[in-house]
T-cell receptor, first 115, second 113 residues
């Protein structure tokens, strides 16, 4: 049973560039959330997708955008990269999002470094 | 804005000792989760606490929730080295049609021999 898979595992970009991160949810899950985890900090909620719609957004600028596909996989796009965007980006999935009390399952993350 | 505070931020304890990690949060919620994160790894779900007075136990770890005090605790009994990790509590709020986790800053636990 495949868990949450994310790609790539590591990425190095320069300021001003754009990046796309990908996530496949755990089998049977239909809701995907994205989190940013800076070094030594707890994860911060970016947004959540359910039924291909952004359902809620955290305190992140419009440079952060996303998409969910019909197969429930998701992408996180970040434009005009800043040094402060360097972090571990975690994808989490669950079944039926806000209708469920089951814990979100996390992927191993993408480590993004901005030079 | 919801605030979730954990203390201590860092805990060094000897094997065999007991200790408690505290998680305080600033708004009403009756859904709280505990996660474990090993260095360089992702988050692993430990406990799901869904009501006032909920208590869950797994091995040497026990978690509880007091929604009136807005407090959750994670108690470690007779610590072993394998428990060394960072522990996060996360409060689940349901704005609109979403489930949003707000994490604490984490407690880094180091169990020494």
């Amino acid at each position: 049973d495949a868990g949450v898979t994310q790609s790539p595992t590591h990425l190095i970009k320069t300021r001003g560039q754009q990046v796309t991160l990908r996530c496949s949810p755990k089998s049977g899950h239909d809701t995907v959330s994205w989190y940013q985890q800076a070094l030594g900090q707890g994860p911060q909620f970016i947004f959540q997708y359910y039924e291909e719609e952004e359902r809620q957004r955290g305190n992140f600028p419009d440079r952060f955008s996303g998409h969910q596909f019909p197969n429930y996989s998701s992408e996180l796009n970040v434009n005009a990269l800043l040094l402060g965007d360097s972090a571990l980006y975690l994808c989490a999935s669950s079944y039926r999002g806000f209708l469920s009390n089951q814990p979100q399952h996390f992927g191993d993350g993408t480590r993004l470094s901005i030079l | 804005e919801l605030k979730v505070e954990q203390n201590p931020l860092f805990l060094s304890m000897q094997e065999g000792k007991n200790y408690t990690i505290y998680c305080n949060y600033s708004t009403t919620s009756d859904r709280l989760y505990w996660y474990r994160q090993d260095p360089g790894k992702s988050l692993e779900s430990l406990f799901v606490l869904l009501s006032n007075g909920a208590v869950k136990q797994e091995g040497r770890l026990m978690a509880s929730l007091d929604t009136k005090a807005r407090l959750s605790t994670l108690h470690i009994t007779a610590a072993v080295h394998d428990l060394s990790a960072t522990y996060f509590c996360a409060v689940d709020t349901r704005p609109g049609t979403a489930s949003k986790l707000t994490f604490g800053t984490g407690t880094r636990l180091q169990v020494t021999l």
